[in-house]
């Protein structure tokens, strides 16, 4: 399904989180983790093309001064402009002020990728749907520790929030 978005490309972000190191390096189903980085990658590319925001979402454990080995962006991911949030919880509105900079912005529309999917994306996802964001679900710029995890939330949980779609049909609509 094509995910057209909003024609000011201002009013939509894409949101990809926990691109880490160490989390795209696990063993991931049904895409591996260099599969999801390509696809986030080439979104990021064609989203600052369009002028549209790219956050950068990555957690850090609480309460620990030194975080695991890994736990940066993957390097490179990180461009000027883009927004990086660092949260501390699965999802990335609680206590971050991501949906204070994103409204300051005009945006209204999200869209997801990174890992996991049934984790730290699905639980961004169901808080920007309650703070009344539109959502768009990029299937093969994410993935899970299992399969069986990913299609549950990309075949059961996603279509009630928003719209399902693969990286190839994110298209900004004309006018």
């Known amino acids: ?15 990809l989180v926990d ?4 989390i795209v390096a696990l063993p991931l189903e049904p895409h591996k983790g260099t599969e999801v980085l390509a696809a986030a990658e080439k ?6 093309s369009a002028g549209a925001l790219v956050v950068l979402v990555r957690v850090e454990r609480p309460g620990v001064t030194d975080q695991p080995p890994g736990s940066g962006l ?3 991911l990180l461009q000027e402009g883009d ?8 999802g990335a509105f609680q206590g971050t002020g991501l949906d204070e900079r994103l409204r300051e912005r005009g945006v209204t529309t999200l869209v997801f990728g990174g890992i996991a999917t049934n984790l730290g994306v699905e639980s961004t996802a169901r808080a920007a749907g309650d ?20 299609e549950a939330s990309v075949k059961l949980d996603f279509p009630r929030l928003g719209t ?12």
């Open 83 to 90: 927004l990086e949030i660092v949260k501390r919880t699965i």
């Open 19 to 22: 691109l880490m190191d160490r």
């Open 131 to 150: 703070l009344g964001y539109g959502l768009v679900f990029v299937e093969d710029a994410m993935s899970a520790l299992t399969a069986a995890e990913h």
């Open 43 to 48: 979104l990021a590319a064609a989203f600052r």
């Open 74 to 76: 993957v390097q490179g």
């Open 164 to 175: 399902v779609t693969r990286a190839a049909d994110v298209r900004f609509t004309s006018g």
């Open 1 to 15: 399904m094509t995910a057209a978005l909003p024609s000011v490309p201002a009013h939509s972000a894409l949101v």
